[in-house]
């Protein structure tokens, strides 16, 4: 059994680790947070977006008059009231064939739609009635175009463009060693074709927010965002200098990526600019789920070969995913399903050939697991099968092939903090206790792992930073600055404790002020699981250097030299019991000139560009591993599947707050229970037939366990005190693992997902027509 | 358009509101009212989110048209407790985590309100099938489940 490193400072440790109720808990029992949503202001006027109702169409004529005619209607916009109509994803370091110039959109469709939902026209009215109606009174004469919904078809030759330069956005490769001759040589040989669908991330808030033009001529964006550096985007969009936008962020109703791209921000900017008054704009479930980019959708074939013993040679994967009609995130998410396609396990030869097309399908973009956890499905349906052909135990195998500490990726970067896969996948499978018997004849029960790697933190070259205020005010208590979007994962509340830690007081002792791009100090995006990494990393650099300038004036006053004070119960004290109170030296330190506050900077450390097909290296700071066991049962006669246990172990490093921690990991585990059992965003020839809760059904209570988590801390993450990001990582084992189990149960491979009670049937030859 | 002039009591006040006929419960308690600690999920009665009292019964408040209200109770989450105190579900949402982005969270107390009064010894199964039309994309419902149970435990445990 792999050995897990001790964490020696736990002891010491008085507010990490603690489970303690979030900052925000109260507020939120009481409804009294403000979401985007809830936002009002005098003489508010009401946003609302016309779109494309055609995948495909060229636009021959807007006609605003009677839709700005309309009484009530302060303000009709097209894209040619648009300053500036192109919105830019980054899309830094690309070593294979990417369009970096190709990664834009339009903020309103000019002359071409290229999918259904896409932007028109923007109207401000006086209440939500009105904007509606002019929506409707807006005459817009489209010409329908052929159209492409398949990425296969979208790379044939002679399908229709969805852009002039073509339907390929995006290439990578992975070369390492020499696959084919692996392959050729190998005792067993496994292959498969893998399919994965949309899904939408579907939190409860859909997107909104308030804009207005501040008294200083600065618009001020408040609105639901995991980026509140979107002020750029705005300002660009407008022709504005960067500093005439403020984002200001409250705490959000669930992200997961979805909001992670634009969604209100630059519309209403837009409208607040035009009408020169405030304007709220909240999109419908409806339009959330009809408009804004969905999970990516891939084809996955993998050639998996194995010696005898089971000890893998060679992984082959080719991958093809559907970006929809825009680039949005593509060539990134393509890029770390590329990294992570062979899975956390050690292969000589591998070589992984991935690639992103545009089609006339919804855009896809960034959604909890970014391209990595799509992977899982692939490799673990793999690792399954060669157990199987091999009579090889699942678990064993998995322990002889997990990477280790010390050992590289095919990418060729070395992991160099402690390696869970074995431990994980031992302690999951050994939490599931005795076998469940069948509850009916007809019911067949089996069980199912599956192992992943998650980034977490930014690629290198993007050179990500963060930075935190901390400082006391005169009555002792503390104040962190940080510009962190809370999504609900528990972002800001993590870094009072962490604060509250190294300043020696009680967490109720520290509030914390986020997300504001005018106020607080920049921490980056509430994405790609790095803001514990991040902002923790800031914060504790913050609170260490102000516990150092502090502990000074402390010394003076105890008469001891500093390293001998230690910070505790909001006082400094000696070694003797002699104490100041944070109080009294506040007051010491205003009367010599000492700062009570820091402004710390964390850089991740930062490295040059790889080149992926040549050579490699590093392209993550660091890695979160772990491993699900489920328990299913399956229904012989109808092809139901029904989860019966599901334990979920990460290692996490140091779990800053292990309730916290476990949410995360129960509430990705669900959403990964949704994604492979019954979420599905179906798409008919680019018409989104799933723009309803109704429709687009996500887990009940009743249509999952309780997943339980099994938390290794090793203590060799990179962020704070040790600590791993835990945010995206649960979501990617599940469905694997369910696909797993049910081969277990009843014999057959399910190979696409959702698994739907119809698959398992047709898998079963239960149903054969149609 | 209708304008229908509408008496019905909020958290124990009387209140008297117009609006027109086709206006929601939901749209005249967050617009009309500034009785935003109401939250709208979908606007189609699905998931629960903008779950209230009426008369004790929970409704999607989304689904009930304002005129149906008219004489009749109203509760929101700020119905509950004093407003000096928590109440004990709420306590216990803070206790246990229940809340994540806290979105979901004054439909699904509200809903575990009214079925603690019906319901005072629950099972965890009561509880699953209890919440079963509020939905939570962020917990896996698992610490929601704990905090009813917990406050449940409460209720019945003798004191001292």
Redesign the interface.
Known sequence: MAKCTAVSRTEQLRVVGRRL??H????????????A??W?MPGMLHGAVLRSPYPSARITRIDTTRGAGLPGVAAVLTAREVPHNTLWTDVPGQTSAVGPLRAHLQVLAEDRVRYQGEPVALVAAQTPEIAAQALELIEVAYEEQPGVFDPEEALRPGAPPVHEEGNLLARWQVRCGDVDAALARAHVVVEHTYRCHFID??????EAGVAWVDADGVIVIRASTQVIEHFRDVAEVLGLPHNKVRMIGP????G?GGKEDVTVEVFLGLLAWRTRRPVRM?W???ESLLARPKRHPFILRYRTGAERDGTLVAQKVELLADSGAYAFLSALVLMYATVTAAGPYRAPHVAVDARVAYTNNPPTSAMRGFGAMQMVLGYESQMDQVARRLDLDPVELRVRNGLRKGDRLPIRQELDTYVAVAEAAQRAWGTLGPRRAPSTPHHRVGRGLACNLQPYGRIVWLHDWASAWVGFETDGSVVIRTGVPD????QASSLCQIAAEVLGVEPDRVSIHIADSALTPLAGTTTATRQLYMSGNAVLHAATQLRRQILDVAAQMLEIPADRVDLQESSAVAPDGRRVSLVQLMRECTRLGVSRSYLGVYRAPAGDPVDLERGGGRVFPDYTFGAHAVEVEVDSETGAVTVLRHVACHDVGRAINP??V??QI??????GLGYGLMEEVVVDRGVNLST???AYL?P???D?P??EPVIIQSGEGKGPFGARGIGEPPIGPPAAAIANAIEDAIGVRITELPITPERVARALGLVTNG | MTELSIVFTLNGERREIRAPAHHTLLHVL?DGL?A?????????G??G?CTVLLDGEPVSSCLVLAGRVAGRDVT???GL?NGET?HPL??E??????????????GM?LTAYAFLREHPHPT?AD???A???????????????DAIAAAADRETRPRG
């Open positions: 109720p979030r925000d808990a109260w507020d939120k029992a009481q409804a009294r947070t403000l979401y949503a809830d009002q991330h579907a939190y409860l808030e859909p705490y959000v109703g669930g997961f909240v419908s479930r409806q999504v609900g994962g528990g309730q916290s476990e949410g129960q509430g990705g585990a669900v959403m309803s809760l109704a996500i009940t209570s009743l999952v309780d997943v | 967050r500034g935003v600690e109401v939250k709208e999920g979908c606007g189609e699905v998931c989110t929101t989450i700020r407790g928590l709420q306590e949402f803070v206790a246990h985590g229940g809340a994540q982005c806290g979105f979901c969270t004054p107390i965890r509880i699953r099938r919440i079963a039309g509020n939905l939570c994309r962020c917990t896996g419902y698992t610490k929601i489940i």
